[in-house]
C-alpha cells in the first residue's frame, strides 16, 4: 500500500533527523524539543504501522508518542519558531497534561477494569477535553509559527518555517479534525497523510543537510551598541536610519515589516536583507525594540523623565506591555529599568 510505503519513509527520515541533530541537543533548548518531536513523529508512526502485531510494546510506543505530539509540538514552536530559549515551569506542565490525562485513563481501565465508554457522559467529556486541548495547543502553536515567520529577517529560515507551517496545519487538520472529530474513514486519507508527513521530514533533513544548522535553531543574538556605528553607505540603509533616529517610526504601534518596506517605499525582501545582512538582526522586533529601549534608556537617566513612570516610558516607545518592555531592557542591560534608574539618577 502506498501508505505503508510513505509511513516507513518519513520513520526513516525522522530517525535520521534525530542522528543529525542528537550530537546538537547539549546545551540548546530548541535542538532538544525538536529532536524529542522527531521521536514522538516515529513512535507514533511505529505504533500505527505494527498494530496487527498485537505487541503492548508497539501498541504503547504510538499510544505514548501519539499523545504526547501535541504538547512537544507546542513547545517547539515556542522554543524553534519564537525563538524563546526558556520554557516556564507550567508550560511544560501544560504541554504533559496531553500525555497524562489518556494515560490517567488507561491507568484507569488496566487497574480497575473502568471503561469510559460504559459511561456515555464521562466518555464524552473526557473526549472533548481531550480533542479542545490538543486543538488549543496546535492552534497556538501554528499562530506563534505564523506571527515570528512574519517577523523573522534570515530568508533561508522563512523558506523552511514556512513550510512545516504549512505542512503540519495540514497533517494535523487531517489528523485531528477530519478522524476524530468527523470519524471520516477514507483509504486516500492515509495515503495523503503519510505522503505529507514524508515530504515535510525529508524536506527538513534536506535542509539540514544543505544549510547551517545555527540557520534554523539559533536564537536571536543579543546586538550590541555597534548598530548607530554602522557606516551608512547606501541610501536605503539611511532612509532606514532616518526613519528610526529621526522620525521615530518605532514608536508606531502595530508597525510591521509591510508597513515599514511601504512607508520606506523599499521592496519587502530588501530591506529584510538590509535589516539582518548589513545591521545583524535576525528578528524584526529586535531590529524595533534596540531603539526603543535606546529611548527609553536615555529618559531615565534625565531629571525630566525623573517622576514618569516606568510604564509610561515604555509605551510611549513602542512596547505593548510593562512585562515584555522589562524582559527585553534587562536582556540588553543586566538590570531592571527601575535598577537602571537608579543607577544613573542624578543627585
Same mark, same amino acid.
Given at each position: 500500500?502506498?501508505?505503508?510505503?510513505?509511513?516507513?519513509?518519513?520513520?526513516?527520515?525522522?530517525?535520521?533527523?534525530?542522528?543529525?541533530?542528537?550530537?546538537?541537543?547539549?546545551?540548546?533548548? +530548541?535542538?532538544?524539543?525538536? =529532536?524529542?518531536?522527531?521521536?514522538?513523529?516515529?513512535?507514533?508512526?511505529?505504533?500505527?504501522?505494527?498494530?496487527?502485531?498485537?505487541?503492548?510494546?508497539?501498541?504503547?510506543?504510538?499510544?505514548?508518542?501519539? %499523545?504526547?505530539?501535541?504538547?512537544?509540538?507546542?513547545?517547539?514552536?515556542? =522554543?524553534?519558531?519564537?525563538?524563546?530559549?526558556?520554557?516556564?515551569?507550567?508550560?511544560?506542565?501544560?504541554?504533559?497534561?496531553?500525555?497524562?490525562?489518556?494515560?490517567?485513563?488507561?491507568?484507569?481501565?488496566?487497574?480497575?477494569?473502568?471503561?469510559?465508554?460504559?459511561?456515555?457522559?464521562?466518555?464524552?467529556?473526557?473526549?472533548?477535553?481531550?480533542?479542545?486541548?490538543?486543538?488549543?495547543?496546535? +492552534?497556538?502553536?501554528?499562530?506563534?509559527?505564523?506571527?515570528?515567520?512574519?517577523?523573522?529577517?534570515?530568508?533561508?529560515?522563512?523558506?523552511?518555517?514556512?513550510?512545516?507551517? =504549512?505542512?503540519?496545519?495540514?497533517?494535523?487538520?487531517?489528523?485531528?479534525?477530519?478522524?476524530?472529530?468527523?470519524?471520516?474513514?477514507?483509504?486516500?486519507?492515509?495515503?495523503?497523510?503519510?505522503?505529507?508527513?514524508?515530504?515535510?521530514?525529508?524536506?527538513?533533513?534536506?535542509?539540514?543537510?544543505?544549510?547551517?544548522?545555527?540557520?534554523?535553531?539559533?536564537?536571536?543574538?543579543?546586538?550590541?551598541?555597534?548598530?548607530?556605528?554602522?557606516?551608512?553607505?547606501?541610501?536605503?540603509?539611511?532612509?532606514?536610519?532616518?526613519?528610526?533616529?529621526?522620525?521615530?517610526?518605532?514608536?508606531?504601534?502595530?508597525?510591521?515589516?509591510? +508597513?515599514?518596506?511601504?512607508?520606506?517605499?523599499?521592496?519587502?525582501?530588501?530591506?529584510?536583507?538590509?535589516? %539582518?545582512?548589513?545591521? %545583524?538582526?535576525?528578528?524584526?522586533?529586535?531590529?524595533?525594540?534596540?531603539?526603543?529601549?535606546?529611548?527609553?534608556?536615555?529618559?531615565?537617566?534625565?531629571?525630566?523623565?525623573?517622576?514618569?513612570?516606568?510604564?509610561?516610558?515604555?509605551?510611549?516607545?513602542?512596547?505593548?506591555?510593562?512585562?515584555?518592555?522589562?524582559?527585553?531592557?534587562?536582556?540588553?542591560?543586566?538590570?531592571?529599568?527601575?535598577?537602571?534608574?537608579?543607577?544613573?539618577?542624578?543627585?
Amino acid at each position: 500500500m502506498l501508505s505503508t510505503f510513505f509511513s516507513h519513509v518519513a520513520l526513516a527520515q525522522m530517525l535520521m533527523c534525530i542522528l543529525l541533530l542528537f550530537r546538537h541537543c547539549r546545551g540548546n533548548l +530548541s535542538v532538544t524539543l525538536f =529532536s524529542l518531536l522527531m521521536l514522538c513523529g516515529a513512535g507514533y508512526i511505529v505504533g500505527d504501522l505494527y498494530t496487527y502485531a498485537h505487541n503492548p510494546v508497539f501498541f504503547y510506543t504510538g499510544f505514548i508518542a501519539g %499523545n504526547a505530539l501535541p504538547g512537544i509540538f507546542w513547545l517547539t514552536a515556542q =522554543s524553534v519558531f519564537a525563538d524563546k530559549t526558556h520554557i516556564k515551569p507550567w508550560q511544560y506542565a501544560l504541554a504533559l497534561s496531553t500525555l497524562v490525562l489518556p494515560l490517567f485513563a488507561k491507568l484507569l481501565q488496566v487497574t480497575f477494569n473502568f471503561e469510559l465508554s460504559d459511561y456515555i457522559g464521562a466518555a464524552l467529556i473526557y473526549f472533548y477535553v481531550q480533542i479542545i486541548l490538543e486543538l488549543s495547543l496546535i +492552534s497556538h502553536a501554528l499562530f506563534i509559527s505564523i506571527k515570528s515567520w512574519r517577523d523573522d529577517l534570515v530568508q533561508e529560515r522563512r523558506y523552511i518555517r514556512g513550510g512545516v507551517i =504549512s505542512v503540519s496545519a495540514a497533517y494535523i487538520f487531517l489528523v485531528i479534525v477530519l478522524e476524530q472529530v468527523f470519524l471520516i474513514e477514507w483509504s486516500g486519507l492515509d495515503v495523503i497523510k503519510s505522503l505529507l508527513l514524508a515530504s515535510l521530514i525529508t524536506g527538513i533533513n534536506y535542509f539540514l543537510f544543505d544549510t547551517k544548522l545555527s540557520v534554523l535553531f539559533a536564537a536571536p543574538e543579543k546586538v550590541e551598541e555597534p548598530q548607530e556605528e554602522v557606516s551608512v553607505h547606501s541610501k536605503a540603509l539611511a532612509k532606514i536610519t532616518e526613519a528610526m533616529e529621526q522620525e521615530k517610526l518605532y514608536q508606531q504601534e502595530g508597525l510591521t515589516i509591510a +508597513s515599514f518596506a511601504k512607508h520606506l517605499a523599499i521592496h519587502e525582501y530588501k530591506l529584510r536583507h538590509l535589516i %539582518n545582512g548589513e545591521l %545583524n538582526y535576525r528578528n524584526f522586533n529586535d531590529f524595533l525594540n534596540f531603539y526603543r529601549i535606546k529611548e527609553v534608556a536615555i529618559k531615565l537617566t534625565e531629571a525630566e523623565f525623573s517622576q514618569t513612570p516606568v510604564l509610561t516610558l515604555a509605551l510611549e516607545s513602542g512596547f505593548r506591555s510593562l512585562s515584555s518592555f522589562n524582559k527585553a531592557f534587562k536582556t540588553t542591560h543586566g538590570v531592571t529599568p527601575t535598577e537602571y534608574r537608579k543607577k544613573h539618577s542624578h543627585s
